[in-house]
């Protein structure tokens, strides 16, 4: 039988309700921790808006993520370690499916899924934590659409272990994509509401390092969730065999930093075209997929995360679906609390800060 989710994770769901019951409090810490960066954001609730008190964002050096996270904490301010912490998981390892069930209370739906999650996953029961949560707990069809997730236990114990390194615990862990549906739900992107897309679907395309996530939210909840293992790290990969250029200056090439890109546009253009035509292929897949199960069209795509700054990233992926897509920059939604943090800063990392943002939010549940 499977094991049910980590203690940790199980604070998720009634850590939402704490959080955001309350008027005001003092805020939550977000976490972000992929394979190229650690990311943190610290946000607290006054009451019906969100204020950002502070950021930081700092790379991964070689496979150290404790000095990282120890950084990033740090440039938070001493105060931050006192604060709920969400942190995410993502990646391989880790599954979010949708499914329907016959309609219960919370209660029964995690005594039942416990029994019957082997049915959703192929990861070997003795290895996994499993959840689940209802997305629409008031409906009142006999069907009610379910959330479920798994995730390797060796990554969330290895997680865990190297924040406790850190001195620091967090109050919950949540899957990466989760993460972006809060965000969605508070802060739609432009052009997003019921209103500009009516019965349409939404999807939010985050690329990140070695994991682009899509995820398709319906009605305000999210019903189609896929991880496509292509990222930023393939395109600098094929740029560096391209150019004979170091690995980390063709990174910085990508994301137009450090040297400048003058002159290398051409092989850049290239080698985005070749890895991305994998990626439009892999996502047009999932849309024909969804369009059957649900038979619901997609209306509007959203990008964010690191592909973003990308040069002709949007350019690229525009020409390739005939529907409406736009990056979406949910940092510019945002409150930013004056001398606490610095709003452009932000707001020019903000398609890169989405998760952390999401995980401080904790709004979906």
């Known amino acids: 039988m499977p094991q049910p989710m980590h203690p940790i994770l199980e604070k998720y769901f009634r850590f939402i309700k704490r959080v955001m019951m309350s008027g005001s409090d003092d805020g939550t810490v977000g976490l972000d921790i992929t394979p190229a960066a650690c990311r943190a954001v610290h946000i607290r609730r006054h009451q019906d808006s969100f204020e950002l008190v502070a950021w930081a964002m700092e790379p991964i050096e070689g496979a150290d993520e404790k000095a990282a996270i120890i950084k990033v904490l740090d440039r938070l301010g001493p105060s931050s370690r006192a604060k709920p912490l969400v942190v995410s998981i993502g990646g391989k390892g880790t599954l979010v499916r949708h499914i329907d069930m016959p ?193 619901i069209p997609i209306g509007r795509i959203c990008l964010l995360g690191q592909g973003v700054y990308i040069p002709r990233t949007q350019e690229v992926l525009a020409g390739h679906f005939d529907i409406p897509l736009a990056a979406w920059n949910p940092a510019e939604a945002m409150h930013i609390g004056v001398g606490e943090a610095d709003r452009g800063a932000f707001v020019k990392e903000g398609c890169r800060m989405a998760v952390a943002l999401g995980l401080a939010l904790t709004e979906y549940d």
């Open 103 to 295: 309609r219960m209370t919370s209660s029964d739906l995690h005594k039942a899924f416990v029994m019957e999650a082997d049915k959703y996953f192929p990861f070997p029961q003795e290895t996994v934590y499993v959840d689940c949560s209802i997305l629409d707990p008031r409906g009142r069809d006999k069907k009610m659409s379910v959330l479920v997730a798994a995730v390797k236990k060796d990554i969330v114990d290895s997680r865990l272990k190297i924040l406790k390194e850190c001195g620091v615990e967090p109050s919950s862990v949540t899957v990466a994509s989760i993460a972006i549906a809060n965000i969605f739900l508070l802060f739609s992107a432009p052009g997003c509401t019921r209103a500009d897309f009516g019965d349409k679907a939404v999807a939010l395309v985050d690329i990140g390092d070695t994991t682009t996530n899509l995820m398709i939210m319906c009605g305000g909840a999210p019903c189609f969730t896929r991880d496509i293992f292509i990222g930023v790290a393939d395109v600098a990969r094929r740029l560096a065999n391209m150019t004979g250029i170091p690995l980390t200056e063709a990174r910085d090439l990508c994301l137009g930093a450090g040297a400048a890109v003058t002159g290398r546009e051409e092989d850049l253009r290239k080698s985005l075209d070749a890895v991305f035509s994998n990626l439009i292929a892999e996502i047009r897949l999932s849309f024909d997929y969804f369009n059957t199960e649900k038979n």
